[in-house]
T-cell receptor, first 113, second 113 residues
Framework: GQSLEQPSEVTAVEGAIVQINCTYQ??????LSWYQQHDGGAPTFLSY????GLEETGRFSSFLSRSDSYGYLLLQELQMKDSASYFCAVSWRSSGGYQKVTFGTGTKLQVIP | DGGITQSPKYLFRKEGQNVTLSCEQNLNHDAMYWYRQDPGQGLRLIYYSQIVNDFQKGDIAEGYSVSREKKESFPLTVTSAQKNPTAFYLC????????????FGQGTRLTVV
């Protein structure tokens, strides 16, 4: 089956940099995505990596190593509004040929002054 | 504006009753998904549909049913067979195969009273 591991909680200081790691196990791997969810809200898409390397989008960057089944989300210049839960999600091909997306349990980021 | 709409936002159900959650999208996306989120947990896949008139069970389909008669609509019925239905339900859509940017609705919070 599929499994993803990410830390349950992370605390960081405003203005600092934080890295949230994600390791996964899956077959039929397509790519790794990251989502942000504020309390009571809907997840919003942040980034997607299908190939090895770093993808940068403003203050957020995401990294993937397919050989290590590992990725991370890097948040720079942290702001208070970045306090939220962050989910990694793996896209994979099921035995029936369907694309499926499996989410990790999320990392709750608390940004402190 | 294009988007994905869930209704209602809050829903109360008596034990033993079936209830249907609505999900509509005008993004012209082929694939739609239903997830369940429990407090402090990740998103668990209930059902998904890649095309009209076709849908597949996810990881926790027992006690739920869906239909996909139109591309825009993917309603979820929570039946009385679902033993612990109180949760936050999220509907999502993606453009299609291998396109993993998922757009989420604002969710329906179902409470059994």
């Amino acid at each position: 089956g599929q499994s993803l591991e990410q830390p349950s909680e992370v605390t960081a200081v405003e203005g600092a940099i934080v890295q949230i790691n994600c390791t996964y196990q899956t077959s039929g791997f397509y790519g790794l995505s990251w989502y942000q969810q504020h309390d009571g809200g809907a997840p919003t898409f942040l980034s997607y990596n299908a190939l090895d390397g770093l993808e940068e989008t403003g203050r957020f960057s995401s990294f993937l190593s397919r050989s290590d089944s590992y990725g991370y989300l890097l948040l720079q210049e942290l702001q208070m509004k970045d306090s939220a839960s962050y989910f990694c999600a793996v896209s994979w091909r099921s035995s029936g040929g369907y694309q499926k997306v499996t989410f990790g349990t999320g990392t709750k980021l608390q940004v402190i002054p | 504006d294009g988007g994905i709409t869930q209704s209602p936002k809050y829903l109360f159900r008596k034990e033993g009753q079936n209830v249907t959650l609505s999900c509509e999208q005008n993004l012209n996306h082929d694939a739609m998904y239903w997830y369940r989120q429990d407090p402090g947990q990740g998103l668990r896949l209930i059902y998904y549909s890649q095309i009209v008139n076709d849908f597949q069970k996810g990881d926790i389909a027992e006690g739920y049913s869906v239909s996909r008669e139109k591309k825009e609509s993917f309603p979820l019925t929570v039946t009385s067979a679902q033993k612990n239905p109180t949760a936050f339900y999220l509907c999502a859509s993606t453009l299609g195969q291998k396109n993993t940017e998922a757009f989420f609705g604002q969710g329906t919070r179902l409470t059994v009273v």
